[in-house]
């Protein structure tokens, strides 16, 4: 858990650098943890986890987690992001894999990975509402092949709770 609020906290602060408040803990729920800030008067509610086992033949690697982000002002709600700890391979978007569900309509840009639509986003959440698990596969710009399952256990809680802050109908 240390090592994950210590991830939480240098992304946090890099996207909150310029925010007047600092991000604050909604909640713990199971794997996941529910966080809110204010970024120039607007407030911004995400929730976020890392996963439970990462595969791959790699040296070196970076943070690895993932986010579900709702910014009511921009009415921006359920977008769907995951940060690989490496950058991606462009050619070869990352597949999310939850129950028997499988979503390949991906983007990356560097190490960071999204859907390609809302539609997009809201079905992956949907999947993991009901799923216990889900499955990233995903290649880096050297080749390398990765495997990260993360834990949905509290998904739904935090999801609950981001939505409530931030007024998600």
Same mark, same amino acid.
């Given at each position: 858990?240390?090592?994950?609020?210590?991830?939480?906290?240098?992304?946090?602060?890099?996207?909150?650098?310029?925010?007047?408040?600092?991000?604050?803990?909604?909640?713990?729920?199971?794997?996941?943890?529910?966080?809110?800030?204010?970024?120039?008067?607007?407030?911004?509610?995400?929730?976020?986890?890392?996963?439970?086992?990462?595969?791959?033949?790699?040296?070196?690697?970076?943070?690895?987690?993932?986010?579900?982000?709702? @910014?009511?002002?921009?009415?921006?709600? %359920?977008?769907? #992001?995951?940060?690989?700890?490496?950058?991606? /391979? *462009?050619?070869?978007?990352?597949?999310?894999?939850?129950?028997?569900?499988?979503?390949?309509?991906?983007?990356?840009?560097?190490?960071?990975?999204?859907?390609?639509?809302?539609?997009?986003?809201?079905?992956?959440?949907?999947?993991?509402? @009901?799923?216990?698990?889900?499955?990233? %596969?995903?290649? #880096?710009?050297?080749?390398?092949?990765?495997? /990260? *399952?993360?834990?949905?256990?509290?998904?739904?809680?935090?999801?609950?709770?981001?939505?409530?802050?931030?007024?998600?109908?």
């Amino acid at each position: 858990m240390l090592k994950y609020l210590l991830v939480l906290s240098g992304l946090i602060l890099g996207a909150a650098a310029n925010a007047a408040e600092m991000p604050k803990v909604l909640g713990e729920y199971g794997d996941w943890t529910a966080w809110t800030y204010n970024d120039r008067g607007n407030l911004i509610c995400y929730m976020s986890s890392t996963p439970k086992k990462d595969e791959g033949k790699y040296t070196k690697r970076g943070d690895i987690y993932t986010i579900i982000t709702h @910014r009511p002002s921009e009415k921006t709600f %359920d977008e769907v #992001s995951f940060v690989a700890g490496y950058n991606f /391979d *462009t050619k070869a978007p990352f597949v999310i894999k939850i129950g028997d569900k499988t979503f390949k309509n991906t983007f990356t840009e560097g190490s960071k990975g999204w859907m390609v639509s809302a539609q997009e986003d809201r079905n992956v959440i949907a999947a993991m509402k @009901r799923g216990e698990r889900m499955i990233v %596969d995903g290649k #880096s710009s050297r080749g390398t092949t990765t495997k /990260d *399952t993360y834990s949905l256990k509290g998904f739904s809680s935090a999801y609950q709770a981001i939505s409530a802050k931030c007024k998600k109908k």
